[in-house]
């Protein structure tokens, strides 16, 4: 295969925009086409939490290759990478819960993972949370947050600097055969020797209509941001699978997750009322402030059937970078290096598990939420 120069990105996300980077740094010539404005998708909506303890041998493998790389990308420019323990509780009572919570921890272990088991009085010891309703915990030291926009408007700039060139404003669909991007009248198209597909949970419609369907499925989460007096860890209540992380406003809590497909095409962005009360109620509970909110939005993740996410190739010179379970912004600079090496033929690549040909596209399949600790 001849090494592609010209290469287009569609979706200007923490994902295309790192793999455009990734691309043009390594001599690429690169467009990055996106309907609406860098960022406007869902890592727009993300609440920017990272984290490396993970259990598995390529989630461990991806983590520790993006968490190096925020460490390096604080204070290029404006961003920042804040350095946040993360504590996973299961509460008291949670029998299943707190047995899910040290298996998780042994496997985190045997990667080499920076993580520790605790019960309630030491996790009272050593942070500022409510502790009396804990069963388990386990803490890792290795984590923090970035601010999603913080991280776009960096990586827009590193484009430019690299030559990236930015078509905004329209809604693109694809060819393949040879690669190509047909612009939303659907008459004009722009020839690249590759293309890569990193337009979030849209990337199914685009690939579909190009005759590639992928076995992704959007589902809707929630987040808020509450003012309050807080600078104490991330936290993860995987009894109710609700998280909460310091913000600069206070806190930044997420979950209500629905995990049934929503339609990418007509869903509700707005936070639904129940949310906004238990969650702002587990922030009250877990923080002991009295939290008011700034304010709340939805959005909307892509699962796939085995919760890895959909990452290489559909057919030559077409690429794909999908299906986050919730994960696309803490992996995000190590997808775009992998996936940039891919499309140039160099020697490292995108994990085998990730492979988007592993399924036909038209599985049955529940939808499964990514923030678990379960298997
Ligand atoms: C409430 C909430 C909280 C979250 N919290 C976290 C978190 O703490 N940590 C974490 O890692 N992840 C989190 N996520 C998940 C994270 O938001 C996503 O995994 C990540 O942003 C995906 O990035 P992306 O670049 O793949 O997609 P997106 O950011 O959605 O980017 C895709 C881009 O493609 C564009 N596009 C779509 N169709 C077209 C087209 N036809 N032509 C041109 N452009 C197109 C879109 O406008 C969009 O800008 C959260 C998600 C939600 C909803």
């Known amino acids: 295969m001849d090494v592609p ?10 994902v295309g925009l790192t793999t455009a980077y990734d691309l ?72 299943a819960g707190a047995t899910a919570l040290s298996e998780a921890v042994d496997r985190m272990r045997v990667h080499d993972r920076s993580v520790e088991l605790v019960d309630a009085d030491e996790l009272g010891e050593r942070f500022s949370i409510r502790t009396d309703d804990v069963g388990l915990a386990g803490v890792s030291d290795s984590a923090g947050w970035a601010d999603p926009k913080a991280y776009v408007d960096l990586f827009v700039e ?32 722009f020839d690249y020797d590759a293309v890569v597909v990193a337009a979030g949970v849209h990337s199914r419609a685009i690939l579909a209509a190009a005759g590639y369907p992928i076995a992704l499925k959007p589902y809707r ?26 913000h600069p406003a206070g806190v930044l809590a997420g979950d209500g997750v629905e995990a049934v497909e929503a339609d990418f095409d007509d869903w509700d ?11 702002t109620a587990a922030v009250r509970h877990r923080t002991e402030t009295a939290p008011t909110v700034e304010r709340a939005w939805a959005g909307l993740c892509g699962a796939t059937p085995d919760r890895n996410p959909l990452v290489g190739a559909v057919a030559s010179g077409v690429y794909v970078a999908t299906g986050w379970h919730g994960h696309g912004f803490m992996w995000a600079p190590a997808i775009g290096e992998l ?37």
């Open 5 to 14: 120069e010209r290469v287009a990105v569609v979706g200007a996300g923490a």
């Open 339 to 375: 996936l940039a090496a891919d499309v140039l033929g160099a020697d490292e690549s995108v994990p085998d598990s990730f492979d988007p040909c592993r399924f036909d596209g038209d599985e049955e399949f529940e939808v499964v939420e990514g923030m678990t600790l379960d298997e």
């Open 24 to 95: 043009a740094a390594r001599g690429a010539a690169v467009t990055v086409f996106e309907r609406g404005t860098p960022g406007s998708g869902m890592t727009g909506r993300a609440a920017g939490i990272c984290y490396d303890a993970y259990a598995e041998d390529v989630d461990v493998t991806v983590a520790d290759r993006a968490m190096r790389r925020f460490r390096e990308l604080d204070g290029d420019r404006e961003f920042e990478f804040y350095e946040v323990p993360y504590v996973f509780l299961a509460r008291e009572g949670d029998d």
């Open 158 to 189: 590193k484009c430019e600097a690299e030559g990236v060139e930015f078509r905004v404003g329209e809604a693109v669909s694809i060819r393949t055969d040879p690669p190509g991007v047909v612009g939303g009248d659907g008459e004009r198209v």
């Open 221 to 246: 989460a929630q987040a808020l941001v509450a003012e309050c007096d807080y600078d104490g860890p991330t936290v993860y209540d995987a009894t109710d699978g609700s998280y909460l992380r310091p």
């Open 269 to 279: 962005p707005a936070a639904d009322d129940w949310f906004v009360a238990e969650s």
